[in-house]
């Protein structure tokens, strides 16, 4: 094969490999710009969430964990930090997603032998970090304007 015919064929590669690319990227952004009615994603909270996380672990930073009980303090006390800043900026727990999970977190505790407390604990630390809106359960922050605007 001589060096003209390896350079066209290696051209040819070149050319459908990027084809193929492309036609990926464009289905991908196609995908994403398809409203799917399940998950909105609240920008306004993310911000905040991340935020709130930077925080969080600018709390939490000069601590050193020895021993495991040390490493419980420091969780505990990032998830205490997050929420008071989640609260700062006039987000409250959303009683919908408290009364979702008490029956998920039910479940969770009997199939790992812990308390309902532990496993909602363990769902709550999950959950609050979440601030895409899932049609299928509620989402842990709301907006405290929003509930006082319910109310009146």
């Known amino acids: 094969m001589t060096t003209s015919k390896k350079t066209l064929l290696f051209i040819a590669v070149i050319a459908v490999l990027s084809g193929v690319f492309w036609g990926y990227t464009q289905q991908a952004v196609v995908d994403s710009d398809s409203d799917d009615p399940k998950l ?3 920008t306004a909270l993310k911000e905040v969430i991340d935020q709130c996380n930077d925080i969080t672990e600018r709390a939490a930073a000069h601590l050193v964990a020895v021993v495991e009980f040390q490493k419980l303090e420091i969780i505990g006390r990032k998830a205490r930090v997050f929420k008071m800043c989640l609260q700062d900026h ?7 997603w408290l009364t979702y999970s008490q029956p998920v977190a039910e479940k969770a505790a009997t199939e790992k032998n812990t308390s309902v407390n532990e496993a909602l604990e363990n769902l ?6 979440i601030s895409t809106v899932n049609s299928d359960k509620p989402i842990y922050w709301i907006k405290e ?4 605007l319910n109310t009146e």
């Open 40 to 42: 909105i994603e609240n």
């Open 90 to 96: 006039d987000y409250i727990e959303n009683k919908q």
């Open 124 to 129: 709550r630390r999950a959950d609050m970090v």
């Open 145 to 148: 304007e929003k509930v006082k």
